[in-house]
């Protein structure tokens, strides 16, 4: 029997033997990910979304033969830096709030021990009326109502699966409760602690842990 080979190619992951490796039976991305302000982009082909399991099934851009051999990835584009305003004051944001990769969710190594700061409030606006304060309180949202038996994507990192109420329950679901780690070139998980180098190596890390598919789960 042929030995089994894997695909290096970002996106492909199949196997596949020396053999049989026609020209286009790899599909992939020729390029690697880009990560800003919430949205989740391919470079390669401009493809996007801000729910990062839809992101990872966007199909690849490219064909060709499979590959032992791993991408040399071009650079990703830097983010651009957040605007201020001159007219605001900001002397009470704090390092952390200012930062694209916390607002994100995602782990960042710069403020991870950071405490947020809770007395962000201007003093001169700390003597003004209790009422107005209370007033501006909105209430939580309203968690929306479907039909038990209606098809729901999951939203939980690293499912992603089509479910129903009907047969959602405790152990259903498995994912990572996350946040994602991009630092450093490393990729990992910092709910498993796991982190490798290759951008396929961490979409191949298993999911961590089980619990209800959640349809409403935070991108």
């Known amino acids: 029997m042929a030995n089994q080979l894997r695909c290096q190619r970002i996106g492909c992951n199949a196997t596949f033997t020396e053999d049989d490796n026609p020209d286009d039976s790899c599909t992939y991305h020729e390029s690697g990910p880009f990560f800003h302000d919430g949205m989740k982009e391919w470079s390669c082909c401009k493809k996007r979304s801000h729910d990062f399991s839809l992101f990872l099934e966007i199909p690849g851009c490219k064909t060709g033969k499979h590959t032992t051999e791993k991408p040399v990835l071009a650079k990703a584009p830097a983010a651009p ?27 960042c190594s710069d403020h991870g021990s950071q405490v947020k ?61 996350g946040p994602a780690v991009f630092h450093d070139r490393m ?10 180098k290759e951008f396929d190596e961490f979409m191949a890390i298993p999911p961590c842990t089980k619990g209800w598919h959640n349809a409403d789960a935070a991108p």
């Open 81 to 107: 830096k957040p605007t201020i305003k001159t007219t605001a004051p900001v002397t009470n944001v704090s390092a952390k709030e200012a930062c694209p990769r916390c607002r994100q969710g995602f782990f």
């Open 187 to 196: 990729r990992g998980w910092k709910c498993c602690d796991i982190h490798v």
């Open 117 to 177: 700061d809770t007395n962000s409030k201007p003093s001169n606006q700390a003597e003004e009326g209790n009422s107005d304060s209370q007033e501006s309180v909105k209430p939580p949202p309203v968690k929306k109502i479907v039909d038990i038996n209606q098809p729901q994507i999951c939203k939980n990192k690293g499912c992603g699966q089509t479910f129903k109420e009907i047969d959602n329950h405790d152990t259903a679901c498995t994912h990572h409760p």
